[in-house]
């Protein structure tokens, strides 16, 4: 078993803001864990401009974003990166496990500080009825199809709510030449950032429905067309108000959960309707010396205040070892 | 044209059964299964219980069936490396007057031969069944009955059958059967993959078997689809129960369970609701108010937030019971129809049934010199200990590839199920859990339409969800 000052587990821009700033506050010995082949974590498909404004004072995309913190990480020699590096397992004492090509490892840190971002929630967590066909995608999984991939999921779609990412991913599906039916909205208002209600769909003259919700998808291989109707403030159906939209894709946005099953497995206490960890003082977990930041803190609409807060995670973490000593 | 002694119609558990246990003769075998894969018709949508035999009428052939096909099967899975377990069942009584049809059903339980049969009581419920609603009285507990993954079942019966000879079809839909008594081949089967000649042909077609009977003119029965919705919760509650847990039975359907399934994910269903359309899997909000309300009679701490996903599933019924018969009016073809449940159960035994009307009408069947019981288990990370995952590592790199973080998949086994036969992102699913967790896909579907395309040699735009019609983008952004 191989001992470890410091393991952050995830390289997007938390774990990597987490990971500079324990260097700057003293850590000489950290392994930053990422499952995926690069370092950047969710900023790399996110190829639109908007992100740095706070952190920056400059607007950036966010693979620039991505660079910047990926250059500062990789000049550090004390921080050890290794990728494709996958944790699997994770005790009360902080015991890790984890997987990459060729090898398994169980490292045991002295502190630990879990960077592992989002996922999205899905159709099936809303419970939309009806089958099951090819052509409902999570709102970020379609992104990547796009951005990453090149490849185009549909040609006529409708977008389930209005978080930030189904947003740009409407203008997005515009820009590429498909269709944008309507975006639908249970709620009165977005979830998202007026910038983008505006820039997205607004100019665009995509129909948007608040107070409305889907009610059905249909289609039997691929989807054919979705229900929709509207709802009441106690979000009942509004009886004779149905109407049916043909498409061929329907994308979920619907917000994000945390991803915060490993600290849940080592018997963090994880608040069951957010799946945030249940936490006196940003960053802390009921575990002493067990620290969460970025999106599996809890879901932040920026980047920026990622990083920020992210800042404070390496700093918790280094006076967690000096206490130690 | 390719000529068979036996053509089998028809790839689910039932027909893969009979195509296993049909290989250890010296015959020459054929499957044709419609869909892109095996499994993908009823088979691939139950409850995956291997049920210890109660609740079916002492006197009838699906009662008997399922008791001999429940110890039939652990052979099976031990041949194949297929996981069975072994989790018990509990009939669950709330008052006195279910209390005595407790006792009716154990009675009418032995009569089939039901081993290990007992009546606990409510000391015993909550000590061993500790989220079960305190209300419980009494149940009728049945050790025998266990769980098993439904299509990893058909997979390895199928991989097996296919190593001792028999040819599989797969997209070629039994469209038109010509019938020439005097021939020695007397059947000609057309698909859209060719013709076929058979002596004799096996009807296992499940929700469509009446149409395919239809084709040789034999139409006194039909096949009435009665549909089941099913919701699975976050692997996270695997511990919710520790056994599958049945209210009373009525007389349609067993009710709503709580279920363990092999993979881990408790379920929650089905419903049973009788519909016309033998293609409408969908899911309602009616179905899943019914769930929630049946389970929570048993289990009232179920929570609807840890449902991760849900689907539909279609009996196919034809009255009561099983029709397993060699129809006289044209010798040689052989109905097994109206498997309803427990058909995954009695797999097994309706396959030795099967081999027995082909022997009584006629058809020798002789050992093979050689054949091949075994298969080699498949390996599945999720399932394995620490120091286990570690052996295989050591042994290829690949599994420390991981693919499918919600369900730990590795690209070693992604690419093996893809060797074993998978061609769509479904197929990969039922074998190996990708994309089947709480992200649904989320993270890993770009990185198994890559390996996909890679190994059968196709572009990214012809990867499918569960074969034609179902691809899962719409084209190339820069082919245009
Ligand atoms: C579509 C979209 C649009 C956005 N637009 C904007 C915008 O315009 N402006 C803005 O400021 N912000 C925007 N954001 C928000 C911003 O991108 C996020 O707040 C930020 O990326 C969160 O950082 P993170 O490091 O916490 O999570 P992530 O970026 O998700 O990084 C988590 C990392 O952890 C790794 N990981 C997870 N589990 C494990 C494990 N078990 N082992 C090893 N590694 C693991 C993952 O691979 C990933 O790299 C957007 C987000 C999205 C999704
Ligand atoms: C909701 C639900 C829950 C259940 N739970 C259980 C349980 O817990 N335990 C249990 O024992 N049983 C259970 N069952 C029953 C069990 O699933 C079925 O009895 C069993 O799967 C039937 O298998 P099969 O091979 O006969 O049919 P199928 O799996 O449907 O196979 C028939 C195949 O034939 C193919 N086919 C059809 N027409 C043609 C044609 N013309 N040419 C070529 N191929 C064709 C179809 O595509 C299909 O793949 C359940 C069923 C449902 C619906």
């Given at each position: 078993m191989v001992e470890r000052d410091l393991v952050i587990v995830g390289g997007g821009p938390a774990g990597m803001a987490a990971a500079v700033s324990a260097y700057e506050n003293g850590v000489k010995d950290i392994l930053l864990l990422e499952r995926?082949?690069?370092?950047?974590g969710i900023l790399?498909?996110?190829?639109?401009p908007g992100f740095g404004?706070?952190?920056?004072?400059e607007i950036l995309t966010g693979p620039e974003y991505a660079d910047r913190f990926i250059k500062k990480t990789e000049s550090i020699?004390?921080?050890?990166v290794s990728l494709q590096s996958f944790a699997v397992h994770l005790e009360n004492d902080k015991t890790l496990t984890y997987i990459k090509p060729g090898k398994l490892e169980i490292v045991r840190p002295k502190t630990i500080i879990m960077a592992t971002g989002c996922r999205e929630r899905t159709r099936e967590m809303i419970h939309i009825p009806g089958t099951r066909p090819?052509?409902?995608?999570p709102a970020g999984l379609a992104q990547k199809l796009i951005n990453?991939?090149?490849?185009?999921?549909?040609k006529d779609a409708v977008i389930v709510g209005s978080g930030d990412i189904g947003l740009i991913m409407a203008r997005r599906f515009l820009l590429e030449g498909a269709r944008v039916k309507a975006v639908i909205e249970?709620?009165?208002?977005?979830?998202?950032l007026k910038r983008n209600v505006v820039q997205c769909v607004e100019d665009f003259g995509t129909p948007l429905y608040y107070?409305?919700?889907?009610s059905d998808i249909y289609g039997?291989?691929?989807?054919?067309k979705i229900r929709v109707v509207k709802v009441d403030e106690n979000f009942a159906d509004v009886p004779g108000s149905e109407f049916e939209i043909e498409c061929d894709t329907v994308l979920i946005s619907v917000g994000l959960i945390p991803e915060n099953e490993l600290i849940e497995m080592a018997g963090v206490a994880v608040d069951?309707?957010?799946?945030?960890p249940v936490s006196e003082?940003?960053?802390?977990?009921?575990?002493?010396g067990l620290f969460v930041c970025g999106n599996s803190y809890k879901v932040y609409d920026i980047v920026d205040s990622v990083s920020r807060d992210s800042v404070i995670a390496g700093r918790l973490a280094a006076e967690y070892l000096k206490g130690l000593k | 044209m390719i000529k068979y002694d036996v053509l089998i119609i028809g790839g689910g558990v039932t027909g893969a059964a009979i195509a296993r246990e049909l290989s250890q003769y010296k015959l020459t075998v054929g499957l044709l299964e419609k869909?892109?894969?095996?499994?993908?018709?009823?088979?691939?949508?139950?409850?995956?219980i291997i049920h210890?035999?109660?609740?079916?009428?002492?006197?009838?052939l699906k009662g008997r069936l399922c008791v001999e096909g429940n110890r039939l099967v652990r052979e099976i899975c031990k041949e194949l490396g297929v996981h069975f377990k072994e989790v018990g069942e509990l009939i669950v009584a709330f008052n006195d007057e279910e209390t005595s049809r407790l006792l009716k059903l154990k009675e009418e339980g032995e009569l089939l031969g039901v081993p290990d049969l007992k009546i606990v009581d409510s000391h015993w419920l909550r000590k061993n069944?500790?989220?079960?609603?305190?209300?419980?009285?009494a149940a009728l507990y049945a050790p025998t009955a266990g769980i098993i993954s439904p299509y990893r079942l058909v997979y390895d019966l199928a991989e097996n059958a296919a190593k001792n000879g028999v040819e599989f079809h797969i997209s070629?839909?039994?469209?038109t059967i010509a019938y020439s008594p005097?021939?020695?081949?007397r059947f000609i089967v057309n698909t859209p993959k060719g013709a076929f000649n058979a002596r004799y042909i096996i009807n296992?077609?499940?929700?469509?078997a009446d149409n395919v009977s239809k084709m040789v003119g034999v139409d006194d029965f039909t096949i009435h689809p009665r549909k089941g919705e099913e919701f699975l919760l976050d692997k996270?509650?695997?511990?919710?129960?520790k056994h599958l847990l049945f209210p009373l039975p009525t007389k349609t359907s067993k009710g709503i369970l709580v279920i363990k399934t092999a993979d881990g994910n408790p379920m929650i269903g089905p419903t049973a609701e009788d519909v016309?359309?033998?293609?409408?899997?969908s899911t309602s909000n009616e179905g899943l108010a019914k769930v929630l309300e049946g389970v929570k009679k048993m289990?009232?701490?179920?929570?609807?937030?840890?449902?991760i996903a849900y689907f539909a599933g279609l009996r196919p019924a034809s009255g009561h019971d099983f029709i397993i018969r060699h129809e006289d009016k044209v010798p040689g073809f052989v109905n097994v129809v109206?498997?309803?449940?427990p058909g995954l159960t009695s797999a097994p035994a309706i396959a030795l049934m099967v081999l027995d009307i082909l022997k009584n009408n006629g058809l020798p069947l002789k050992k093979k010199?050689?054949?091949?019981k075994h298969r080699r288990r498949s390996e599945h990370l999720f399932e394995d200990p620490v120091s286990r995952i570690k052996n295989l590592i050591d042994m290829?790199?690949?599994?420390?590839?991981?693919?499918?973080?919600c369900e730990m998949v590795s690209e070693k086994e992604v690419s093996d199920a893809i060797d074993r036969g998978a061609t769509t992102l479904d197929g990969i699913k039922f074998r190996?859990?990708?994309?089947?967790?709480?992200?649904?896909?989320?993270?890993?579907t770009t990185r198994l339409m890559k390996i996909l395309a890679e190994k059968t040699g196709k572009?990214?735009?012809?990867?499918t969800k569960r074969g034609c019609?179902?691809?899962?983008?719409?084209?190339?952004r820069v082919d245009g």
């Open positions: 995926d082949q690069h370092l950047g790399n498909q996110c190829i639109h404004i706070d952190y920056f004072n020699p004390q921080i050890d090819s052509g409902v995608f990453i991939e090149g490849l185009l999921p549909g249970i709620q009165k208002e977005t979830r998202g107070g409305h919700k889907v039997k291989d691929r989807v054919e069951k309707s957010t799946n945030s003082e940003l960053n802390k977990t009921s575990i002493p | 869909e892109e894969e095996l499994a993908f018709g009823v088979s691939k949508s139950n409850s995956g210890p035999g109660t609740q079916n009428p002492p006197d009838s069944e500790p989220n079960l609603n305190d209300k419980a009285v070629a839909k039994a469209e005097d021939e020695e081949h296992a077609a499940g929700l469509f996270k509650r695997e511990h919710i129960t016309d359309d033998k293609d409408d899997l289990l009232p701490t179920v929570n609807e937030n840890d449902i109206g498997i309803q449940s010199f050689v054949f091949h290829d790199a690949a599994y420390g590839d991981i693919i499918c973080r190996t859990r990708a994309q089947a967790g709480r992200c649904h896909g989320g993270f890993c572009p990214l735009t012809s990867v019609g179902s691809e899962i983008v719409k084209k190339d």
